[in-house]
Nanobody, 121 residues
Framework: QVQLVESGGGLVQAGGSLRLSCAAS????????MGWYRQAPGKQRELVAT???????HYADSVKGRFTISRDNAKNTLYLQMNSLKPEDTAVYSC???????????????WGPGTQVAVSS
């Protein structure tokens, strides 16, 4: 059984910062790519950023230069540092991770329940 749990969301004024965390726990042998996604009210879920096990990152154009994704492989934890927040960043932020249970097993994608980020103007 694997669980992903996000934390760090909240209400912040425009221009402020938040740091999200996503902790993976359970039967984990290795974690490949991890990512952050967000869904605003009335909109489809969209990619925010991803990071591979080697540390290669990818960002949506809308957050480049403002958000930084990172991970601590020893702690099976993913982070998202969000700076210069804008009202349009308001959304539920969810993390995902591709996880293998044992050596040689396939990777399965897991999702956390999400954490609310609200940015006031």
């Amino acid at each position: 059984q694997v669980q992903l749990v996000e934390s760090g969301g909240g209400l912040v004024q425009a221009g402020g910062s938040l740091r999200l965390s996503c902790a993976a726990s359970g039967s984990i042998f290795s974690i490949n790519t991890m990512g952050w996604y967000r869904q605003a009210p009335g909109k489809q879920r969209e990619l925010v950023a991803t990071i591979t096990s080697e540390g290669n990152t990818h960002y949506a154009d809308s957050v480049k230069g403002r958000f930084t994704i990172s991970r601590d492989n020893a702690k099976n934890t993913l982070y998202l540092q969000m700076n210069s927040l804008k009202p349009e960043d308001t959304a539920v932020y969810s993390c995902n991770a591709d996880i293998a249970y044992y050596s040689g097993s396939p990777y399965f994608r897991y999702w956390g329940p999400g954490t609310q980020v609200a940015v006031s103007s």
